[in-house]
Each structure stands twice: as structure tokens, then as C-alpha cells.
């Protein structure tokens, strides 16, 4: 926004507001050509609007209460099983239905949605954790190091990460601490990119060359100078892998290579809602995928970027 | 072109013995030489791009199946939890002895060794999950993995053009906002409930279409039976491809559209659906194809869980199979040959890229 604009903007808009009112909010101003030419928000618009945001934020909490509640609140056990009430649609005492063994759905997909959801933060925070590492690591040492590097990522990005899940668990059937590891081993590329640039356009920065004359190692330059910086970027980083953590381990799970079928989790209560499926018993799979699409769409609604989903 | 009209005046303008020695300088003889020129050193420097990533996939397809063979030895898995479960779930009670017949004559060097070498002379080995030769799975089940991956990814490509011209020529129009925000909302789905909805519509819901298989039971191969059974596993692998394309490329068409390029084309009086076709479109597909070949191991791993969700007899289908038998000559196997692919197709879009757009330097891809 050149200082122009932000003149003309300010005399436009001045005459209908007290002095002392708040400024206008802070959306980007429209270039003249779009002034001229797109009204209001166009159908191209990259980044979502507040409406949109609060929405996500809104089924998200939600999403989370529901997860973190009703294991507490509803004393219904999620393993109990009981065939006289088996593949029941939904009713008041079974809000989401029975599955074929008579398990309340309410729940287990409340457990569920819990056991993949923590799944998912703790492998999006382990591959943050590891590229940081990586990609700190690469800007600091620099030279003919950073290059094989860089050089290995590109080559581990062009693995694909699914196939590399589903190899890795198998060996490590049944372990949710597997899958946990898969994907933070599969997952940290992008962010030692990020971090790899930014502290590389870090140090060609005045204060940071001043600290450097003044004797700081490496070491404590990304960690005084470099990561404090960082730290807005990674938790977006963090958020934007968060999404694709669900998918792996409910894709996981679904194939067989997770949490063993009783135990609930998105992907296992999906593989039994495909058997139910074929029954007619749709509720078993929709409330499932349902809670899967809420938590990704909602989570991408929220930090999406306008270079999409990473 | 235009550079062209300018100089011809000038040149023949200049006086003509100075210029003697050599052809005039925008003589067609000399721009035809010139471009020949650059097109075979940009040639040359395909060459080297191509040699260069063949030279990096060998090692790592061997640190890729090097890598399976040293978890497999690391599974805490043993005969008793093959027979139980890692957790007491029930598998196949033969499912460890696939991995300790391959593993115990030696360490998991040893083994791996004698693996990559016969397979380095043709024979990857004996599934222990099909009880057949792993060459023979593989060969058998290829083409219909290549099938469906292409025709998902060609036909996603046609409905991307058509979504993102649609929406990008009316964008303020309520139906273009839908779609946008559809398409959005795509981006978020796993391919397997990609599948598993389509699935229940198409197959269960309305009947339309067989849920699975290549062919009805007991029937015989033939085209109109895998046409009729290819179209669920084609759409699902369009469908999870179809945002992103068409996300990106309306982007750039967007871009292109407001111009410089496109502008000049309206000053020079082109009409508007050759300005689209011949300017806006090409110069947009640029950005969609450097993102494709990053994109391609999702679209592999992708296929992968659609064969199984479908149960289409592809190799992804076979590799999902062996893990689950651990079967660990099929698995590495079909594991190094899903990643080659992967990697070869991102070579493909790389120098597709290169063909496309002129001002890309082979030496920095």
C-alpha cells in the first residue's frame, strides 16, 4: 500500500466518521482497477472473508468441545457392546446410531475424533519440530552442506508419503505412536524450507550482522535472533499440516495399518461404516466422514493461504 | 513478429556494404539459424536434466527398498504377534513367516542383497500373499494402475480447463462463486472418501454403476465390462485432482486475463475467444504444469487407496495387500516401482515445463 493511496483513502473516507473513531478495518485496499471494476467481492477472492473465518472457528470449537465433552459428559461406554440394539439408525438414546456390534456412534465418534485429533497435533508439531531443526540447521552451516541438503528434500518430497506411511506401518502394525512418527518423518520438508529461507534473508539483516560482529555463534543466533522471529510462521506451518495429519492417519487406519478396529479413531470407525455401509446402515459412515471433512475444511478455511493447501 | 515488422525498415536502411561479410541480421535465414541454435542447446540441456534426476533415482530407489528391508528386521512383529496382532488384532498366521523366510538366511543387508540382485536380473521374487511370482502380479496389474491414473488425470485436466475458463471469464456470476467455494471444499477430502462417497451414491444409492472389481462376477473380460467398472475409480482419482488444477489455473488465468499480454492482443483486434485460446490459456497452463510434477506423488499415493476402496486390481491395491500380509518381496517391489513412477512423472511435467515455457532454464530444475 504506497503512502498515495493510503492519502486518498484517508480524505475519502474522513468526512463520514468522528475524528476520533476507529480506524476503517483493515482489509487491503481494492487497486483502482478493481475499484472500477469488482464492486464486491468477487468469486476469485484467495482469501476467505471474517464471515467465513468466524464460522470455521466457530464449527471448530465446536468440533473440539464435542471430542473433549462428551467422553466426560455422556456416560455411555464407547466399547460396549450390545447386539440386541445392533446397527440401530439414530434415535434419541443413540443420537448418531449403532454400529453392527450395538456401540453407541455419539460416543465412539466423540473418542474417535479425540484419538485422531491428537494424533494429528502431536505428528504436525513432531514435523515442525524436525524441519526447524533441519532447516535452521542448513541456513547456519551453509555452503556445500546446505546444498546436499536441499538437494535431499527435494528427493524426499518426490516420495510419495502415503506410500512411505503405508510401508513404514505395517511394520509397526496397531501402534498409534507409528503413525504419530510417519507422519512427522514424511512432513517436515516444507517447513525446513520456510524456516531455511527466512533465517537466510534474516542474516543479511543489519542487526543480526551487528550481533555477528559482536561475537554471537550460530548457535545463539537462530536461537535469540532467528527462531523468536519464527514463531508466527511455524504455528501456521503447524495449523496447515494439522489437516494433512488427519488424512494420513485416518487413511491408515481405514487400510488396515492403524489402530486395531475396536479401538475408535475417524479411519476405523470408516473402515466398519463401508461394511455398513453395504447394508444400508449409512449413518455409521456418514457422522465419520462427516467429523472428517468439518475438522479439514474448517481447519484450511481458517489458515488458508492463497497459494492453497500445502 | 512485431519485433520483426520494426527492424525489417532499419535494415535495409543500413547500407548494404558494411553488412557484407555476413547475412543481414534479421535476414529469416539468420533468426531461423539462430533459433535452431537455442533450440539445440536448450536440447542439450534437457539431456543433462534428464541424465542428472536418472542419476539420482537409481540410488534412491535402492535407499527407498534398502529402507523397507531394515524396518521389516526392526518390526517388533515375531511369529507371535503375526499370528495375534501387534495389539491382538487377528491376521493371516502366516503373515510374519513371509518376512523371517526372507530375512532369516543372514542380517537384512544380506537379504536385501540378494534381493536387489535378483531382481536387478529379473526375478523380484515369490509373494507369499498371492502365492504367485511378484513379476507376474506386477505385469498383471501395471496396465490397469496406468489405466485409471491416466484417464483420471486426463480427464480431471479436460473438466479443470472447462471449470476454470467457466469461472474465470464470468467471475462475478453466483454460479462461478458456488463453484469456487465447492472446489475449496473439495481440497479438503481424503481420496479414500472421495471413493467411498462416490461409492455410495453412484453404486449403492442410485445403482447406476458396479461398486467394484474389473469385471461382474464370473464374467469375462471384456471392453464394455471394464469401461462400465473403470468409471467409478476414474472419477474418484478426476475428482481429487480436479481442485487443485482448476484452483491454480483459473489463478493464473485471472492473471493473464488482466495482462499485459492479453491487453496487446485487444489493441491488435484479436477477437476474444482466440485471445482466450491462443494467449490467455497457454501462458496459464505454465504455473498448473511446474505444480503437477510436485503434485504427481499425492496423484500416485492417491490412486493407490482408490484402488483398494473400489477394489480395482492395480498395483496399489497389491502394495496395500502386501502390507497387510507383510509380504515383504511384493511390498518392496511394488514400493520401489510406485515411487520410480512418481519420480519419472515428475520428470515428465519438468520437461513438459521446459517445451512450454521459453524462459525456463533446464539447469535450475
Known sequence: MNSETLRTHTTLTAGG????????????????????????RGAHDATPGRAVRILCATVLAALVAYAVLVPILFTVDPFLVDYRTGAQGPSPAHPFGTDVAGRDLFSRSAAGLRVSLIAAIAGAAGAVVIGTAAGATCAMVGGRFDRWCMRGVDTLNAVPHLLLGIVVASFFRGSLLAIVMVVAVTHWTQTARLVRSEILTLRAQDHVRAAVSQGFTRLQLVRHLGLPLLGGQLAVAAGLLVPHAVWHESTLTFIGLGLPPHQPSLGSLLQLGQEALLSGAWWSIAVPAGLLVLVTVCLAGLLRSPAGRS | MVERRVLDPAVSMTPAPERAVGPPLASPGASQGAVRATRNRRGRLVGVLVGRRLAWTVPLL????????????????????????????????????????????????????????????????????????????????????????????????????????????TPHHPVSRTVVGGLWAVTALPSFLVSLGLMAV????????????????????????????????????AVSQVPW???????????????????????????????????????????VVAIAGTRLPEIVAGAAVVELVLSWPGLGQALVEAALAQDL?????????????????????????????????????
Open chain 2, 245 to 287: 488444477m482448476s484452483l491454480h489455473l483459473h489463478e493464473a488465468l485471472r492473471a493473464q486475463l488482466n495482462g499485459p499480454a492479453v491487453e496487446a492482443a485487444r489493441v491488435r483486434g484479436l477477437s476474444e475467444p482466440t485471445i482466450v485460446a491462443r494467449h490467455a490459456l497457454p501462458a496459464a497452463a505454465i504455473p
Open chain 1, 17 to 40: 466518521r468522528a475524528p476520533d473513531a476507529p480506524p476503517p478495518a483493515r482489509r487491503p485496499l481494492p487497486s483502482r482497477q478493481s475499484r472500477q471494476f469488482r464492486p464486491s
Open chain 2, 62 to 169: 535402492a535407499v527407498i527398498s534398502l529402507g523397507i528391508f531394515a524396518l521389516a528386521a526392526l518390526s517388533p512383529a515375531d511369529a507371535t504377534t503375526g499370528f495375534l496382532g501387534a495389539r491382538g488384532e487377528f491376521t493371516p498366521a502366516s503373515s510374519r513367516d513371509n518376512v523371517e523366510e526372507l530375512l532369516g538366511h543372514g542380517t537384512w543387508l544380506e537379504s536385501w542383497l540378494a534381493w536387489a540382485g535378483s531382481t536387478l536380473t529379473g526375478d523380484p521374487g515369490w509373494s507369499t500373499a498371492y502365492r504367485a511370482p511378484v513379476a507376474e502380479i506386477v505385469a498383471a496389474r501395471l496396465p490397469w494402475t496406468v489405466l485409471i491414473m491416466a484417464t483420471g488425470v486426463l480427464s480431471a485436466a479436460v473438466l479443470s480447463v472447462v471449470l476454470a475458463l467457466g469461472v474465470a471469464l
Open chain 2, 202 to 237: 453412484f453404486a449403492i444409492g442410485l445403482g447406476w454403476l458396479p461398486a467394484g472389481g474389473l469385471t461382474n462376477p464370473g464374467a469375462d473380460l471384456t471392453a464394455g465390462q471394464v469401461a462400465t467398472h473403470m468409471v467409478l475409480p476414474t472419477a474418484a482419482v
Open chain 2, 329 to 365: 518381496a511384493l511390498l518392496a517391489t511394488v514400493g520401489v516401482l510406485l515411487t520410480a513412477a512418481s519420480l519419472l512423472g515428475g520428470l515428465l511435467a519438468d520437461v513438459a515445463l521446459v517445451a512450454l515455457d521459453p524462459r525456463t532454464d533446464p539447469r535450475e530444475l
